[in-house]
């Protein structure tokens, strides 16, 4: 493997450029027609457009991109998070074509894919789920009720398909659920050309929790231990740290035990992600789903563990380490991380994005635990084509404490002018004292509105 195509844009291109090139990799972006002089683009060695009817479609083309990696003698596709990264298709088609597939084997991707399928196996595996439904097609409702009463309520309205929330609908009584479920239905046939739903049971109080597993293809996997993404809006991450203030040592060693049981029983191999729901009170864990790619929130665990998660990929995609080259008994975690995600959008409209030209912007420098990863410099337009994500800024520290210090500090320092951003939760969050003590469950945003200016 001598030169990578990143099938993607943006910080994660970037981030994941970065590392090709220390490791002696040549890279090749792709990018659309409204992106020609996009940071990745020019950090790549070449790069080629891709022509579509709109922007976003460029990314998803895979027949297009497997093309221009093909005419670059790119030996390898790295998909990044987001557009093509979750798509078995697109790994087989990759591989069918005599390139490396740097993620999971297609077969993994579509049996994790499939949330209800996922749940199948980690039941399978001895991992405790949320208590559910099997599937609805698109516009079989006739046995739902039935299904929501066995469930019970409060409830989770899912789609099978897709990830990120898209979708997803809270319901809290009988009488809402049919609504509830046209709805998801609707929009997950559109997201993801696939209609089907299930319910899930609906835990207050709860965090959520992931497990980061790197696994070899044949069995074996370990773990680096895991991150807190509770601090969320619609369902969608702002603020991840590492190791979870929430959970104690015991829950740690059951959770991460419990996400090996399910690598190791799908042979899974590279860098994934199994999310998990605690019980904010009992601190019972249940198995949500697994994300088969990178993290936007990986730096989190990078900076607890010194560990290169790209690094690991690519080792791992072109058989250059194995179990026992990477040891669980290497892997320490050290200190605490957080992350914050600052995005263009309005948090007080609904967190409705705010395209627009970023002529003021600059971060403070990177260095004594502070990182950033962005695919934006002053000047550039954020466009409203793509999602609002215009950087991620991560601190660590020998403990918790110190790394909220220095993310005030970082955070203060952060410029943007008068372009609309969250800058000012995100600020607001790390000051607030219920996030200063460690309550960051699922609904921090709606118990601590007022305080943060929502």
């Given at each position: ?5 990143v099938?993607n ?14 490791l002696g ?7 659309s ?16 457009a891709?022509?579509?009817?709109t922007?976003v ?6 027949a297009?991109?497997i093309?221009a ?25 990759v591989?069918?074509?005599?390139l490396?597939?740097i993620g ?9 894919g ?17 208590p559910?439904?099997?599937?609805f097609a698109e ?5 739902i009720r039935?299904?929501?009463d ?13 990830g ?6 809270v319901v ?5 659920l049919e609504?509830?479920?046209r709805s ?12 089907t739903?299930?319910l899930?049971?609906?835990?207050r ?22 991150r807190?993404?509770?601090?969320q ?9 590492s190791?979870s ?12 035990a419990?996400?090996l ?14 999310e ?19 993290q936007?929130?990986h ?11 790209v690094?690991l990929?690519?080792?791992v ?5 194995g ?12 200190g ?19 395209p627009g ?21 002053e000047g550039?337009?954020v466009?409203?084509?793509f ?8 601190c ?39 996030f ?19």
């Open positions: 493997m001598k030169k990578v195509l099938a844009r943006g910080e994660i291109a970037c981030r994941i450029m970065r590392t090709c090139h220390a990799y040549a890279t090749v972006a792709i990018h027609s409204v992106e020609d002089d996009a940071q990745h683009v020019l950090m790549a060695k070449e790069s080629v891709i022509q579509a009817a922007p479609k460029s990314y998803l083309d895979g297009a991109i093309a990696a093909i005419k670059t003698g790119a030996d390898a596709i790295h998909p990044g998070y987001g557009f093509l990264a979750e798509n078995e298709g697109f790994a087989q088609a591989e069918d074509a005599g490396i597939f999971p084997r297609p077969e993994t991707i579509a049996a994790m499939d949330k209800e399928r996922a749940r199948s196996l980690a039941e399978a595996a001895g991992v405790p789920v949320v559910g439904s099997p599937r516009g079989d409702l006739s046995r039935d299904a929501g066995a469930v019970g309520y409060p409830l989770l309205v899912k789609s099978c398909a897709g990120g929330g898209i979708g997803m609908r809290e009584q009988a009488q809402d609504d509830a479920a998801t239905q609707s929009l997950a046939a559109r997201s993801f050309n696939d209609g739903i299930f899930e049971r609906y835990i109080n709860a965090r959520h929790v992931e497990v980061q597993v790197l696994g070899f293809g044949n069995g074996e996997a370990v773990h680096l231990f895991e807190e993404c509770s601090i809006r619609r369902f969608q991450k702002i603020v991840e740290e190791p203030p929430g959970i104690d040592e015991g829950v740690r060693q059951s959770m991460t419990a996400a049981a399910l690598a190791r029983s799908v042979s899974y191999r590279g860098v994934g992600t199994l998990f729901i605690v019980d904010g009170v009992s601190q019972d864990f249940f198995f949500l789903e697994m994300n088969t790619r990178i936007v929130e730096p989190v665990t990078e900076m607890v563990t010194g560990r290169d998660l690094e990929q690519l080792a995609a072109s058989g250059q380490i179990p026992n080259d990477v040891p669980q008994s290497d892997i320490a975690l050290r605490s991380a957080i992350e914050v995600r600052l995005c263009a959008e309005n948090p007080n409209r609904m967190f409705l994005p705010s030209e970023l002529r003021n912007l600059s971060f403070p420098p990177q260095g004594n635990g502070v990182r950033i990863e962005t695919g934006y410099r550039d337009r466009t409203p084509h999602d609002s994500l215009i950087a991620k800024i991560i660590h520290g020998a403990d918790r404490q110190e790394a909220i210090e220095r993310m005030r500090s970082a955070l203060a320092e952060v410029r943007m002018g008068e372009f609309v951003s969250n800058l000012p939760l995100l600020r607001a969050i790390i000051e607030n004292s219920a200063q003590r460690g309550a960051t469950f699922t609904d921090f945003l709606a118990k601590n509105k007022e305080g943060l200016g929502l």
